[in-house]
Nanobody, 122 residues
Framework: VQLQASGGGLVQAGGSLRLSCVAS????????MGWFRQAPGKEREFVAG????????YYADSVKGRFTISRDGAKNTVYLEMNSLQPDDTAVYYC????????????????WGQGTQVTVSS
């Protein structure tokens, strides 16, 4: 599976961005799609994830209430709507798929997108 992430950019604090991640083939109900991010000098961290079949959503505490993950099965695409962005949200954002289901641990993910840069200015 190839994952293509897009939608990053430069935004002022308080602004919004929507990231997209398109999978090269159909995903199945048992799969789990996640968004991670890595800020300069920091480890990559889980941001949000969604069960492909049920659509159940999971979020890191740092983004709850500001970010929304969703998916479009017909387009094999997962989205991350990011609102009320803050400078601490500046990072490279990656999408990834875990074939074995729900996980917030990056080692459990099977394929990764190339990353898209999000920069939030103060």
């Amino acid at each position: 599976v190839q994952l293509q992430a897009s939608g990053g950019g430069l935004v002022q604090a308080g602004g919004s961005l929507r990231l997209s991640c398109v999978a090269s083939r159909r995903l199945y109900s048992s799969h789990f799609m996640g968004w991670f991010r890595q800020a300069p000098g920091k480890e990559r961290e889980f941001v949000a994830g969604i069960r492909w079949g049920a659509g159940t959503r999971y979020y890191a505490d740092s983004v709850k209430g500001r970010f929304t993950i969703s998916r479009d099965g017909a387009k094999n695409t997962v989205y991350l709507e990011m609102n009320s962005l803050q400078p601490d949200d500046t990072a490279v954002y990656y999408c990834a798929v875990a074939f074995r289901g729900l996980s917030t641990v990056e080692d459990d993910y099977d394929y990764w997108g190339q990353g898209t840069q999000v920069t939030v200015s103060s």
